[in-house]
């Protein structure tokens, strides 16, 4: 592995991008301080400009020189869940770029629990900035094969890893203000995140509200083909209403196993694991693209814990 990072390390400080895992989906990454590079992000994935997009980093050095007024309760939630799947969105400093953060004058920045990433971060010497590896609007990649496919020919380079652990991106808090709010639910829960800071809230949706995460308003995380999502009392009335329709049918089942009609040709069952679920969700979903299904049926889970991240991905998907 160590030749494999020098070989990253050596294409991005040439201005490259290298995709690379991590615990929660793997990234597509670039040089912080390198403008143009930042631009072929955007590019490569066709993310809106408005997008901003997460700094990596691997020490807490690299925190204090990309914030400022950084509130001392949220070291708090730092010593607890970093590193690990926690974004924090943090008021900027002059020295972190105006370009990864889409213009706004905050920064995201997460320090991820992965080995590989870590490594990367720590040879380059410097902040990666890097979103999820997929084309925008498209679901984030989990596997080393997923990337490959999707983005293997427009980056320099793709590092191997494992599946990711976690399978789903990570929470976005905003710090900026308090209560901190959810602008994004991940992995560390509410329910986590409260036992830490009781105040901590979900961010407040309305159509009249100013988006305060800019990615939550694009299209996001869609597989190519219809996703239909299925509430569990509704599984037999949602069977019998597109089993004899001519269409190619994917199912995810969460608490029963479905027999397999004529026209199922991708069967997946989660046996009441939540956990299994939102790591399966995006490898699935390019599986169920393989097996050329067209009408996807997902079953749909409490929003709870993290049902909440595993629904507000699966409810996207589906729009
Ligand atoms: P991705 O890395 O592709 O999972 O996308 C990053 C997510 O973090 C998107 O939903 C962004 O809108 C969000 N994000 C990044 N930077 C900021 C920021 N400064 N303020 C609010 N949300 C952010
Ligand atoms: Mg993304």
Same mark, same amino acid.
């Given at each position: 592995?160590?030749?494999?990072?020098?070989?990253?390390?050596?294409?991005?400080?040439?201005?490259?991008?290298?995709?690379?895992?991590?615990?929660?989906?793997?990234?597509?990454?670039?040089?912080?301080?390198?403008?143009?590079?930042?631009?072929?992000?955007?590019?490569?994935?066709?993310?809106?400009?408005?997008?901003?997009?997460?700094?990596?980093?691997?020490?807490? %050095?690299?925190? +204090?020189? !990309?914030?400022?007024?950084?509130?001392? =309760?949220?070291? #708090?939630?730092?010593?607890?869940?970093? &590193? $690990?799947?926690?974004?924090?969105?943090?008021?900027?400093?002059?020295?972190?770029?105006?370009?990864?953060?889409?213009?706004?004058?905050?920064?995201?920045?997460?320090?991820?629990?992965?080995?590989?990433?870590?490594?990367?971060?720590?040879?380059?010497?410097?902040?990666?900035?890097?979103?999820?590896?997929?084309?925008?609007?498209?679901?984030?990649?989990?596997?080393?094969?997923?990337?490959?496919?999707?983005?293997?020919?427009?980056?320099?380079?793709?590092?191997?890893?494992?599946?990711?652990?976690?399978?789903?991106?990570?929470?976005?808090?905003?710090?900026?203000?308090?209560?901190?709010?959810?602008?994004?639910?991940?992995?560390?829960?509410?329910? %986590?995140?409260? +036992?830490? !800071?009781?105040?901590?809230?979900?961010? =407040?949706?309305? #159509?009249?509200?100013?988006?305060?995460? &800019? $990615?939550?308003?694009?299209?996001?995380?869609?597989?190519?083909?219809?996703?239909?999502?299925?509430?569990?009392?509704?599984?037999?009335?949602?069977?019998?209403?597109?089993?004899?329709?001519?269409?190619?049918?994917?199912?995810?089942?969460?608490?029963?196993?479905?027999?397999?009609?004529?026209?199922?040709?991708?069967?997946?069952?989660?046996?009441?694991?939540?956990?299994?679920?939102?790591?399966?969700?995006?490898?699935?979903?390019?599986?169920?693209?393989?097996?050329?299904?067209?009408?996807?049926?997902?079953?749909?889970?409490?929003?709870?814990?993290?049902?909440?991240?595993?629904?507000?991905?699966?409810?996207?998907?589906?729009?």
């Amino acid at each position: 592995m160590k030749r494999e990072i020098k070989k990253a390390v050596r294409f991005l400080n040439q201005g490259g991008l290298v995709c690379f895992p991590t615990e929660t989906v793997y990234g597509l990454g670039a040089r912080l301080f390198d403008e143009q590079a930042l631009q072929k992000i955007f590019k490569v994935k066709n993310r809106p400009m408005d997008n901003p997009l997460i700094v990596h980093i691997a020490d807490l %050095k690299e925190l +204090k020189m !990309l914030t400022q007024n950084f509130p001392r =309760a949220a070291f #708090k939630l730092i010593e607890k869940f970093w &590193p $690990g799947p926690l974004t924090l969105v943090c008021k900027r400093s002059a020295l972190a770029p105006a370009l990864a953060s889409a213009g706004l004058k905050t920064v995201a920045i997460r320090m991820p629990n992965h080995r590989t990433a870590l490594e990367l971060i720590r040879a380059l010497g410097e902040p990666i900035a890097a979103p999820s590896a997929n084309i925008s609007g498209r679901p984030s990649s989990t596997r080393y094969q997923d990337v490959v496919r999707e983005l293997g020919n427009k980056v320099n380079m793709v590092l191997k890893g494992e599946q990711s652990e976690l399978g789903l991106e990570s929470t976005v808090l905003d710090i900026t203000r308090v209560p901190f709010r959810i602008l994004r639910p991940g992995f560390v829960t509410l329910e %986590k995140l409260k +036992k830490v !800071l009781p105040n901590i809230c979900l961010a =407040a949706k309305g #159509k009249n509200k100013k988006v305060l995460s &800019p $990615g939550v308003k694009h299209q996001h995380y869609k597989p190519n083909c219809k996703v239909v999502l299925v509430e569990p009392q509704y599984w037999e009335k949602t069977l019998e209403q597109w089993q004899n329709q001519k269409t190619r049918l994917g199912v995810f089942s969460y608490s029963k196993k479905i027999p397999n009609f004529k026209n199922i040709v991708f069967n997946k069952m989660f046996h009441g694991n939540k956990f299994e679920m939102a790591k399966q969700l995006y490898s699935y979903f390019y599986d169920a693209e393989k097996a050329k299904v067209q009408t996807l049926l997902v079953e749909t889970i409490e929003q709870k814990g993290i049902g909440l991240a595993f629904m507000d991905r699966l409810k996207r998907a589906s729009a």
